[in-house]
């Protein structure tokens, strides 16, 4: 992972919304109103979905779902005219690597006995 790409996802994941709405994705869906019915996409959400959980606006859901998936951190399925979001844990885990990589094992404080 590029110095761009690691500043990218830091950028993405440092917005306490974003955050919120990352949570909702990695918790996955439930008997939410739009899941899908098939299996396009079994642990994607959607929008609405994210809305209500959260409190949020559709425009405001959509903007921050527009910078995690910039940053490639959420993949987008379109069914119809539902589009459906899941979290790309690959690329998380690509980050985290990245990250420990850059500062050294060696700055990871103890776990407390």
Request: net charge negative; glycine share 6%; aromatic share 6%.
């Amino acid at each position: 992972m590029s110095s761009d790409e690691i500043a990218a996802v830091s950028h993405a994941l440092s917005d306490a919304t974003r955050l919120a709405v990352l949570d909702v994705l990695v918790r996955g869906r439930d008997a939410a109103c739009c899941s899908p019915s098939d299996d396009c996409c079994p642990d994607a959400v959607c929008v609405c979905d994210i809305e209500q959980r959260l409190g949020l606006q559709q425009s405001k859901v959509s903007y921050h779902l527009k910078e995690l998936k910039d940053a490639g951190l959420v993949v987008e399925t379109k069914r119809g005219r539902w589009n459906y979001y899941d979290v790309r844990d690959s690329r998380l885990l690509e980050y985290a690597t990245a990250v420990l990589g850059m500062i050294g094992a060696s700055f990871i404080p103890p776990r407390p006995t």
